[in-house]
């Protein structure tokens, strides 16, 4: 037995090498961190931002934003719809934006998910023709992503394309692990370049 267990730790050994660097740089940087775990941060630091470099799961994390915050308006979209911001309002509490959303089908299964006694009075939609009419199937996947998951996704492709980036050049070791000291934000891509969702839902870009 100790025999078989010595080969196996042996035959295991490279996989864990080549897995270590990538989950060592998911785990710092919050990827597989819970939906609502993040919506939760932000109401207690408004000026985290959080977005996901190697998978997306904008329909989860809006969702769970909007049934907590119960808004009385609320912004449907694709990314054009992302720089509303809740500053806009006198009182910013009443506004969510749900935004980033990948077809119009999604913005009728988003609002078949919010309960029948929410605040919800207006819905403002935004976006070109072309999308509004477009007639995309919704992304059905998106709408529960647990942290296992994420790790699942992490392992078929999110562990590759993480080598990829890094070899491309599009951040180092040491730059990473400094960027993570210095920011509060989750999530790969908002860590690495401060950019990701508001608490309000609103998209901050590149400066």
Do not use: C
């Not at 709408?143 to 992490?154: A, M, P, R």
């Not at 951040?171 to 990701?196: C, H, L, M, P, V």
């Amino acid at each position: 037995m100790k025999y078989f267990l010595f080969k196996l730790s042996l035959f295991l050994l490279p996989l864990g090498l080549v897995f270590a660097f990538p989950l060592y740089l998911f785990l710092i940087s919050g990827e597989f961190t819970p939906v609502h775990t993040v919506i939760s941060l932000q109401q207690k630091s408004p000026s985290l931002l959080y977005r996901l470099a190697y998978d997306s799961n904008t329909f989860a994390y809006k969702l769970g934003a909007t049934l907590l915050l119960d808004p009385e308006v609320l912004v449907l979209g694709n990314s054009r719809a992302l720089q509303s911001r809740g500053e806009f309002f006198s009182d910013q509490h009443v506004f969510y934006n749900a935004g980033g959303m990948q077809s119009p089908g999604d913005y009728l299964r988003f609002l078949e998910k919010l309960p029948a006694h929410s605040r919800l009075k207006t819905v403002v939609v935004v976006g070109e023709p072309a999308f509004l009419t477009s007639v995309a199937p919704p992304d059905t996947k998106q709408e529960h992503i647990s942290s296992l998951e994420l790790f699942q996704n992490f392992l078929a492709t999110g562990w590759r394309e993480a080598y990829q980036d890094y070899w491309h050049g599009k951040f180092s070791f040491t730059s990473i692990s400094k960027q993570r000291k210095e920011s509060q934000n989750i999530g790969f891509a908002a860590i690495s370049t401060d950019t990701g969702f508001r608490r309000d839902g609103s998209y901050r870009s590149d400066r």
